[in-house]
């Protein structure tokens, strides 16, 4: 009897486990080589899009309730460290699992193709609104750059992105789908940046 107990708790052990590890779902190595290819062009971008600004350049508003591309920049920055460590690491790692099926490649597309989308209007939380916390524009810059890097060592270091799902902008995502929302919400603001310079009363110098 003993045996058989210990037989039934073994093989109820191996269902369990056995249908955990088919829920758990690591990344491929194509989609991580995709979330940093959209990290690094993402971070490219941006760079070159505030690139030898002068002061007046850095600070030029199209309007008193526009933001300068200064203050874009600060906020790129900002929010970075914010998404990668409050939401991603701090809520979305210790969330509840997705729903088994969940169809993570229309998840994954959806947050490439809505969130850089500037057609739809977002407001930045309190804690985002830029502030000058970094002093300049280069500071904003260089922590960017810095904030970067952690989050593309955060990608390359870090397991079970996919095992966890919270309520973000396209409905539950995980955590892989957090990174990309890092790129396309810098791709987004960068296109903010591009349309800050566009103005007809951008500074010429």
Same mark, same amino acid.
């Given at each position: 009897?003993?045996?058989?107990? %210990?037989?039934?708790? %073994? ?39 505030? $690139? ?34 409050? %939401? ?16 993570? $490649? ?65 409905? $539950? ?33």
């Amino acid at each position: 009897m003993r045996n058989k107990c %210990l037989t039934g708790a %073994l093989v109820a052990l191996f269902l369990i486990t056995g249908a955990a590890g088919t829920t758990a779902q690591e990344l491929t190595p194509a989609e991580k080589e995709r979330a940093l290819q959209y990290l690094e062009s993402t971070k490219k971008n941006v760079l070159e899009a505030t $690139k030898g600004l002068s002061e007046a350049q850095w600070n030029f508003k199209s309007a008193p309730d526009r933001w300068s591309v200064a203050q874009v920049m600060e906020h790129i920055a900002a929010s970075e460290d914010f998404i990668r460590d409050n %939401l991603i690491k701090e809520k979305v790692m210790v969330s509840p699992a997705g729903q088994p099926g969940r169809d993570v $490649k229309q998840i994954d597309e959806a947050v490439v193709v809505m969130v850089p989308d500037r057609t739809r209007k977002a407001q930045a939380p309190e804690p985002l609104v830029p502030s000058n916390r970094f002093g300049s524009p280069d500071g904003s810059v260089r922590h960017f750059v810095e904030s970067r890097a952690a989050t593309e060592q955060f990608l390359k270091t870090t397991s079970g992105l996919r095992d966890h799902v919270m309520d973000g902008p396209v409905g $539950k995502m995980d955590g892989y789908e957090f990174v990309l929302f890092i790129a396309a919400h810098c791709e987004r603001h960068t296109k903010q940046i591009n349309e800050v310079k566009a103005d007809p009363n951008f500074p010429k110098n």
